[in-house]
Each structure stands twice: as structure tokens, then as C-alpha cells.
């Protein structure tokens, strides 16, 4: 056989090892979330982009705890800061979309 069937081969396999780890981790990283996003909900009795931010954080730490408090730290710092700038960009969009739909007041003609 040829060394590129051998490779495309051997890249097929790999993925099909790997895939059900990595739709588990993101699965756990998922639930995890969600559960902190609707216990701040909860807690804060408002639904606002901080609750996100905050859920990255915890969801990172949480998940990072087996390997030591301050991969734990790292971990939550980068997922804040993660889901900081998702919302950022989120809410960047949103006003850009909005700006498309602003009433515009129509330009009458003179009367002379």
C-alpha cells in the first residue's frame, strides 16, 4: 500500500479512539457549566453576562482541582478569562446587530 493510505489509515483510527474521550470531556465540561451558570442564576436571582463569566471560572477550577490547588487557580483564571471575551464578543455583535434596526426619523421635503 502506499504511505498515504497508511496515514489516512492511521488518522482514521486515532480519531476514532479518541472521539468518545473527548465528546466525554466536553460533556463533563458542559454539564459542569451549566450547573454553575444556573446555581448563580439562582444564588443572584438575575441572569446576566457576569453569571457566565464566573461559571468559566468555576467550571475551570473545578475540573482542574485533581491536579493541585494552583492548577486549579490557572485553570479558573483562563476560563474566566475565556468566557469573558466570548460574552465580550457576544455583546459586541449584539449591539452591532442593533444598530441595523434603530428607527431613523425620514427626511421630509422642503415646502416652498
Known amino acids: 500500500k502506499q504511505w498515504y493510505q497508511r496515514r489516512v489509515r492511521g488518522m482514521t483510527t486515532s480519531v476514532k ?3 468518545p474521550v473527548l465528546g466525554g470531556n466536553f460533556g463533563t465540561w458542559g454539564l459542569t457549566f451549566a450547573a454553575c451558570d444556573c446555581t448563580l442564576i439562582y444564588i443572584r436571582n438575575k441572569e446576566d453576562h457576569w453569571n457566565s463569566i ?4 468555576a467550571t475551570g477550577g473545578i475540573l482542574s482541582l485533581r491536579s493541585g490547588p494552583q492548577a486549579a487557580v490557572t485553570s479558573a483564571i483562563i476560563g474566566g478569562v475565556l468566557l469573558a471575551m466570548i460574552e465580550g464578543i457576544s455583546i459586541g455583535i449584539t449591539r452591532m446587530g442593533a444598530e441595523q434596526f434603530k ?10
Open 17 to 19: 479512539v479518541k472521539a
Open 54 to 57: 464566573t461559571a468559566g471560572a
Open 103 to 112: 428607527p431613523v426619523m425620514p427626511t421630509l421635503p422642503d415646502a416652498a
